[in-house]
Every structure is written in C-alpha cells, then in structure tokens.
C-alpha cells in the first residue's frame, strides 16, 4: 500500500527518481514496469503493472459501446505510456502529460493505495488552497466509517 508523500524532482529529461520508500514497495511487490497515465491532465498517476492490469481487467467487463468507458479510455490512453524504471530507480514521464500537468522540476508524490501521483508541486498547493475540506466532504466520508 502506498502512502504519504516525498517531495523530489523530475530532470530535464523527463525523469521521476522514485522515492526510497516507494522504491522499495515497488522492488518487493512489483518489479520494473508501469503503466503512467493521467484522468485529467493535471496530475501523472504511475501504476504498477499489475495493479494497472486490474483496472484492464474491470474495463473488458464493460460493454464497448459505454460512453463512459470509452471517455476514461480515449484520457488515460493519451496521456498514458508504459515505462519500465531504470537501474537508478527513474521512471520516464510521457512527454504530453509532462507538459499537461507541468511536472518538471519540483513535484510532489503522493502514494495512493495502489498508485503513486504525481504534482507539480506549486500548482498542487494551489489547489488546496483554492479546494479545501469541507465539513460535506468529511461528513460523506464519516458515511464510509472514516
């Protein structure tokens, strides 16, 4: 499970040294290959292969013809490459989502249960400001038993 956040910075070839701790979650549940990819544009979501191959699995379960379907599919596609992490821990952004979410120099990775995320550090900030937890957003979540 992935969890908490590392600072770090993409290089000016588009590379993410992965964090120690996920780094080391990674070597000993997933080996080298990810499936990078965005819902939005905003943020990189780098996925595991195998946690990437679950959600595959899901989306063949939905008819091809669903709306829905194929909207997540047309974003996730084009935003989204493979990319195996070298022997210095570096996974290589897609150069579209890099330029998409701004994720050059100082970003932020987020673990999220299965996945990590990337931010550009600044906008993400921005964005907590500008989006804030409301006392809706916590009572929906008390509905969960959180």
Excluded: C
Aim: charged share 30%; aromatic share 8%; hydrophobic share 35%.
């Amino acid at each position: 499970m992935f969890r908490g956040n590392h600072p770090t910075r993409v290089d000016e070839k588009g590379r993410l040294k992965l964090p120690a701790e996920f780094k080391r979650l990674v070597d000993e549940r997933y080996g080298a290959h990810f499936y990078i990819t965005s819902k939005d544009g905003h943020s990189a979501e780098i996925y595991p292969l195998p946690e990437w191959e679950k959600i595959e699995e899901k989306l063949a379960g939905i008819p091809s013809m669903n709306a829905a379907k194929k909207k997540f599919l047309d974003r996730v596609n084009y935003y989204g490459q493979m990319s195996e992490m070298d022997a210095q821990g570096r996974v290589l952004l897609p150069q579209i989502l890099r330029e998409s979410a701004r994720l050059s120099g100082d970003v932020v990775v987020f673990g999220v249960q299965t996945y990590l995320e990337v931010e550009n550090h600044d906008e993400l900030k921005k964005r907590m400001e500008t989006e804030p937890l409301t006392a809706e957003d916590q009572q929906d979540l008390a509905n969960f038993g959180i």
